[in-house]
């Protein structure tokens, strides 16, 4: 199975600030959907938070959590290798961790790739961050370019990055 990351990251790897986004790009969101559609999706209980503790639909939906109480839609896992379990048993292809800070952080030694949407801005404001991505493990191998315009209030780039 392959382990993909979704992220999008401020040029100084912000990716959050008071368990909110920083930014609203319809593009990347629609990205982010056809990208993930029908796959699971692994994310921490405050990620799940942030949308309203509601799973997303058209995906199976795992929440690391040892706190959060069983939710209609969501499987529920311990720690990553747990999630990454209950992704396997759904016999898909691929499984993308789709945040936070810290789940990144736990599964990054792991993954095959990342979508990083890097946003083209810093955010000082940003309490949260993707980590480095290390160039001696990973190598981008794609990238596409989106200009500010009057639905996005920053550029940004779709960039691929796959273990090297």
Not at 2 to 11: D, F, L, Q
Not at 84 to 106: H, M, N, P, R, W
């Amino acid at each position: 199975m392959i382990i993909s990351i979704v992220v999008a990251a401020g040029e100084d790897n912000a990716i959050g600030a008071n368990n909110d986004l920083l930014w609203k790009l319809p593009q990347d969101m629609r990205f982010f959907k056809n990208l993930t559609w029908g796959m699971p999706v692994v994310m921490g209980r405050k990620t799940f938070e942030s949308m309203g503790s509601k799973p997303l639909p058209g995906r199976t939906n795992i929440v690391i959590s040892t706190t959060l109480e069983m939710h209609p839609g969501v499987h529920l896992a311990s720690n990553m290798e747990h999630a990454l379990s209950v992704a396997a048993d759904t016999d898909c292809k691929e499984v993308f961790v789709i945040g936070g800070g810290q789940i990144y952080a736990d599964v990054l030694d792991r993954a095959d790739c990342i979508y990083m949407t890097r946003v083209h801005g810093v955010f000082p404001h940003a309490d949260t961050f993707f980590p480095d991505i290390d160039q001696r493990v990973f190598s981008c191998d794609a990238t596409r370019s989106v200009p500010a315009d009057e639905r996005h209030a920053h550029a940004f780039t779709f960039e691929t990055w796959k273990r090297i």
